[in-house]
């Protein structure tokens, strides 16, 4: 039976920060088991694209949060189990 591998970043708005950032948060769906834990970023939430789970633009806090090694870990394990049928992002 297959089961269904999802990673969802997003960013806890309602816990800002006295500089203006939120925290970045995965949450990682397996089937019918859920788990979420902090990434260990902060991102603006007005260059936030809760669609695509990314900042908008080139600036240095977007670049960064968007190239974070726990990120793009994350980012390629789902396109493998992707790519070689085991199971679908979202």
């Known amino acids: 039976m297959k089961e269904e591998l999802k990673v969802l970043f997003y960013l806890k708005k309602n816990r800002a920060k006295a500089n203006g950032l939120c925290p970045v948060m995965r949450r990682i769906t397996i089937g019918r088991t859920i788990a979420q834990f902090g990434a260990k970023l902060e991102a603006d ?3 936030w694209d809760a669609k695509t789970g990314r900042m908008i633009g080139k600036n240095n806090l977007a670049l960064s949060v968007n190239h974070s090694p726990a990120g793009f870990q994350l980012f390629f394990l789902s396109n493998l189990m ?5 199971a679908s992002t979202g």
Request: aromatic letters at 12%; charged letters at 0%; zero cysteines.
């Open 45 to 47: 939430a007005s260059g």
């Open 82 to 86: 992707q790519t070689v049928g085991y």
